[in-house]
């Protein structure tokens, strides 16, 4: 779901708010554990990458999981985003 929106948004066909809302969702199903396993790594990435929009409440978000990650965690999480970023 995300992979489209993003297509979608760097083609200009929806706006980076809402690409950026796509992210902050998809951050509040794993932070959660919504239709999928709570993995607060994987919280932390989408977070990280709405925040990166612009998504004021997943800057927010994304300090929160930090301080529940360990280090390593937060290398991982850190490493998945820049990973998603050089594919999107």
């Given at each position: 779901m995300a992979r489209f929106d993003m297509n979608m948004a760097e083609h200009g066909q929806i706006s980076q708010g809402a690409a950026a809302e796509v992210l902050f969702e998809l951050g509040m199903?794993?932070?959660?554990?919504?239709?999928?396993e709570a993995?607060?790594?994987e919280a932390h990435k989408w977070?990280?990458?709405?925040?990166?929009?612009g998504h004021e409440k997943a800057r927010q978000y994304r300090?929160?999981?930090a301080e529940e990650l360990s280090d390593e965690e937060l290398?991982?999480?850190l490493r998945r985003a820049r990973e998603?970023?050089?594919l999107h």
């Open positions: 199903m794993y932070s959660l554990g919504r239709e999928v993995d607060l790594v977070f990280n990458l709405a925040a990166i929009r300090m929160e999981i290398r991982e999480a998603w970023m050089g």
